[in-house]
């Protein structure tokens, strides 16, 4: 399961076959293990269905819970900039 957290901290939100393909680990497993880790909370997932060149695909969608992500590096709008020079 901690390879699990590690992977979705590294790549952030990921469908559970990108996960098992990455891992190494069993479709099967992986969602057995997203499944506990949701109900402990540490994970956010819901259904998801997508379509590629028409054919429908559907697995579930994961996430670390409460986890932010870093900024990207990059030019920021005036909004942002305003935001950060904001006494908190």
């Known amino acids: 399961m901690q390879e699990i957290l590690k992977y979705l901290k590294d790549r952030g939100e990921q469908l559970d076959s990108e996960i098992a393909t990455a891992t190494g680990i069993s479709l099967e497993n992986v969602r057995r293990h997203v499944s506990a880790l949701s109900a402990r909370g540490e994970v956010m997932m819901c259904q998801s269905i997508r379509f590629d060149n028409g054919k ?7 996430r670390i819970a409460g986890y932010i992500p870093p900024a990207s590096p990059g030019r920021k709008s005036k909004a942002q900039i305003a935001q950060l020079k904001a006494p908190a």
């Not at 429908?56 to 969608?61: F, N, V, Y």
């Open 56 to 62: 429908k695909s559907e697995g579930l969608l994961c």
